[in-house]
């Protein structure tokens, strides 16, 4: 079972280049996703009700890639393994649906990010 955490407002949950050991359902409250480039922090999404992050810490070995601070008393759901997540997911059909969409959605996206630094690279070779 998912543990259940209340964090503060201005709190860090977990930095950029952290191991990631666990992902976070936002129950209440509201968390931003940063990160910070040439000393400057860039805004890449705010969490709210029902959203997720963190998720790739349960499916690769890697250090996180952004940075996630809590903007408004957060309680979260804390799911610390792929066995837990497993079970979350078929304890709470609906919410798989929209973990199964959000991560299309998230591909997608990246997918489309992808394809336009190849075009623009091949555009630069083109005039060389």
């Given at each position: 079972m998912a543990s259940i955490v209340t964090v503060k407002?201005?709190?860090?949950?977990f930095q950029e280049g952290d191991k990631g050991?666990?992902?976070?359902?936002?129950l209440e409250g509201s968390v931003e996703i940063?990160?910070?480039?040439?000393?400057?922090?860039?805004s890449l999404?705010?969490?709210?009700?029902?959203?997720?992050?963190?998720?790739?810490a349960l499916f690769r070995d890697k250090p996180r890639s952004a940075c996630a601070r809590?903007?408004?008393?957060?309680?979260?759901a804390v799911i610390e393994n792929k066995p837990q997540l497993e079970k979350f997911l078929v304890d709470n059909p609906l919410f798989a649906s929209k973990m199964v969409n959000i991560?299309?959605?998230r591909l997608a996206s990246t997918n489309d990010?992808?394809?336009?630094?190849?075009?623009?690279?091949?555009?630069?070779?083109?005039?060389?």
């Open positions: 407002a201005g709190k860090i949950i050991v666990s992902m976070y359902i936002v940063y990160v910070v480039l040439k000393g400057k922090e860039v999404s705010t969490m709210k009700v029902g959203d997720f992050f963190g998720e790739m809590v903007i408004q008393d957060v309680r979260l991560m299309a959605q990010m992808l394809f336009q630094k190849i075009n623009e690279l091949s555009a630069r070779k083109a005039e060389f």
